[in-house]
């Protein structure tokens, strides 16, 4: 498996992201095909259904799409409540076998230590807003935040309680489309952003692959059928 797909690039197509997310849907993980790029195993998810760090793991060896692996905190949407330092651990044994890792701004410091161990894996830096979509002073202090990071990409995911919302995430990522940044909307708005941010620069696409994480989440086949 190689390990530099792009997730940036000069070509700036997006790449769909297929999510999982129940025990059961690890099995997805050996298909050949897929109607995405990438997967994401969503650690809190699948611990929460009752998947071992064992099923894990060999589903991750058995694997046949890059994958990324995210531990989402409960503060950022995640549904398990992890131990002190279980997350990085956690991580830190399954990243051998994966190519990407998630990790929230929120968070970076109790996992920085992810980023010296793995300096060449690339960090997706990732922030959610599940009740409002912040101000654009607020999201334009947060990028520059997350930039000042030095992650491979940035994920910022808002929910949005009108178009105007939908509009101004529009705005930001038109006009930095040059950088390795990917918005979306949750809610009600959340299909159409997954197919509007991406033409106006979005690197990455989430759908799901078992069944949705998110609010507004449409599945990666939907998503396959409308972005080129």
């Known amino acids: 498996m190689k390990k530099n797909l792009?997730?940036?690039?000069?070509?700036?197509?997006?790449l769909i992201v297929?999510?999982?997310?129940?025990?059961?849907?690890?099995?997805v993980l050996a298909r050949s095909k897929l109607p995405c790029e990438v997967v994401e195993l969503r650690?809190?998810?699948?611990?929460?259904?009752g998947a071992t760090f064992e099923e894990i793991q060999s589903a991750l060896l058995k694997k046949k799409h890059p994958t990324?692996?995210?531990?989402?905190?409960?503060s950022e949407g995640g549904v398990h409540?992890?131990?002190?330092g279980e997350?990085?651990?956690?991580?830190?044994k399954l990243l051998p076998s994966a190519e990407y890792?998630?990790?929230?701004?929120?968070?970076?410091?109790?996992?920085?230590?992810?980023?010296?161990?793995?300096?060449?894996?690339?960090?997706?830096?990732?922030?959610?807003?599940?009740?409002?979509t912040p101000a654009d002073d607020e999201l334009a202090t947060l990028l520059e935040r997350m930039l000042?990071?030095?992650?491979?990409?940035?994920k910022i995911a808002c929910r949005c309680n009108s178009s105007s919302d939908l509009g101004r995430l529009a705005v930001l990522q038109y006009l930095n489309r040059d950088l390795p940044l990917s918005l979306m909307a949750m809610g009600e708005l959340g299909c159409i952003s997954r197919t509007m941010l991406p033409r106006l620069g979005a690197r990455l696409v989430y759908g799901w692959l078992d069944q949705p994480t998110a609010p507004g989440q449409p599945s990666a086949r939907e998503l396959r059928t409308q972005i080129p």
């Open 148 to 154: 000042a990071k030095k992650p491979d990409i940035i």
């Open 101 to 132: 890792f998630d990790i929230e701004l929120s968070t970076m410091r109790e996992m920085r230590i992810l980023r010296s161990q793995f300096p060449k894996t690339p960090l997706i830096l990732s922030a959610h807003f599940f009740e409002h």
């Open 43 to 49: 650690l809190d998810h699948l611990f929460q259904d």
């Open 87 to 92: 997350r990085a651990s956690l991580l830190h």
């Open 6 to 14: 792009r997730l940036t690039s000069e070509k700036k197509s997006p």
């Open 81 to 84: 409540r992890w131990q002190p």
């Open 68 to 74: 990324i692996v995210t531990a989402r905190h409960t």
């Open 18 to 27: 297929g999510v999982l997310s129940t025990k059961h849907g690890l099995s």
